[in-house]
Structures are given as C-alpha cells and as structure tokens.
C-alpha cells in the first residue's frame, strides 16, 4: 500500500491540484525558503521595494519550486523554466502545467495536466468598479453587477473567473475581456461562453473557489471533466527537513 505522502503528489489526469500558502511567516522562515530559489530569481526578489511584495514572491516561487519537486523527485533548485510566445512560463521536460496567483496573505499554486489558470483577489473597495465593468466585462456579466443584491460580490466573482480564463489561455490581457461571458454560478466546471462571431476564445470551462470571507478565487482548464482538489499548506512545511 503506497503511503500518504505518495497519493498526494500524484497528479490525476481529471483533477486540478490547488495549494495554498499563508504569507504570513516569521523571518526565518522566510530566510529558508529564500534558499529553494535560483540566484536568478532572488535577485528578481530584491528588486521589490515593498516587503510584502518581496514576501509574496519568495514565497510564491518556492512553494511553486517545493511542489512541483514532489512531483518530479528532483530537487527545488534544480527545476528550469522557459516561457512561452505570450510570456507564459512552463516547465522543462515536464507535461505538468501550473499557473500562480497571490493576493493579500495568500498565495495560490495551481497545478494540472492541461493548461490551467487560477486567479485569487483580496476583496477590497474599487470606486471605478462601474467603469471597469463598462470598460472590460460582456453585456450579459454588466447586467448581473448592475442587478445584484451585493454589486462588489459579483463584481469580483465575475473578474477572478475571467482572469483565470485568461492566464489558463496564456493570452494575459492581451485578449479583449469582454469577448466571452463567465457563469453566474460555477461551483463545477461551467462553459465560458464566446461573444461575437467568430469566437475568438473557446473551449474552457471555469469554477469559481469557495475561499475564506473577504477572498474571491477561479481556476479555469479545457474541457468539462475536471475537478478541483485543494490543499492548504504552512509555509514552514515548505522547507521541511532543511
């Protein structure tokens, strides 16, 4: 019988692994899971002038480093990255694909057997949510924020499930936002539906995280039959053994 730890690191073909980490850790810590990242990628740190930022990023990079190591068996550091024609990066010698998203104290690192985006957003309040919406959501998706009992939750409900479309395409915000509609409700994989002829994105499915309060989150991955296994994880388990 394999052991616990052998059943979590493996991917399933039909599942999309979500780990969570906290940002919140003492400096020490911090200070170790510096050491799981590139030369390279410490100085890209540093260059924050914000310690949060530089938080974020140390430990974003290292638990997408610590995870994708279980999986692979190699050692953090020894992990390359290239990027792809839009700037998205992926992984050497590997059929993993992942996608990152940080936002107030939490850190997101999806992983999957398909191209995969997961966008989290630490609610806050947006005076120009009107315009944004105007400016970058379909007509169906303003209308829902126009009707809605609570305007800032499906304002932000409808943005994360975009933007994780988005970064699963690999297109960024180089594609117009408003070219296709999100669900209403996407507690499973729904279908993003294309505006306009000819479509100019198609194909994904979206389900939208159910994260703690003041926190909205979607992970979106091609095709239906998927599901979402999260996982959230201390940041001092991440250098476990160093």
């Known amino acids: 019988m394999k052991n ?4 979590t690191m493996r991917l399933a073909r039909n599942a999309v692994e979500l780990l969570f980490v906290s940002i919140d850790v003492t400096p020490s810590v911090l200070a170790r899971l510096l050491t799981l990242l590139t ?7 540093f ?4 310690d949060e ?7 974003g990079r290292a638990a997408l480093r610590y995870v994708l190591s279980r999986h692979l068996g190699v050692e953090p550091q020894a992990l390359r990255f290239d990027l792809g024609e839009n700037g998205k990066p992926f992984l050497q010698q590997s059929d993993i694909h992942f996608n990152v998203s940080h936002s107030g104290e939490i850190v997101a690192i999806a992983l999957a057997p398909n191209q995969v985006g997961v966008d989290i957003e630490a609610a806050h309040h947006i005076p120009e949510m009107p315009a944004i919406a ?3 959501f379909s007509e169906n998706e303003m209308q829902r924020v126009r009707t809605a009992i609570d305007p800032t939750d499906q304002f932000f409900r409808i943005w994360t499930m975009k933007e994780a479309v988005l970064k699963a395409a690999g297109q960024g915000l180089g594609l117009p936002l408003d070219c296709f509609t999100v669900p209403a409700s996407a507690p ?5 539906m294309p505006v306009g002829e000819p479509p100019i994105i198609s194909g994904w499915f979206v389900v939208h995280l159910e994260l703690p309060a003041g926190y909205y989150g979607a ?3 091609h095709g239906y039959d998927w599901r979402v296994v ?10 476990a053994g160093r």
């Open 230 to 239: 999260t996982r959230w994880l201390p940041a001092r388990n991440l250098t």
């Open 134 to 136: 105007g400016r970058f």
């Open 188 to 192: 499973a994989p729904r279908p993003v």
């Open 39 to 45: 030369s390279a990628e410490a100085d890209r740190v």
């Open 4 to 7: 616990r730890s052998e059943v």
């Open 47 to 50: 260059r924050f002038h914000c």
């Open 53 to 59: 930022d530089r938080r974020r990023s140390i430990i």
């Open 219 to 221: 992970v979106a991955m």
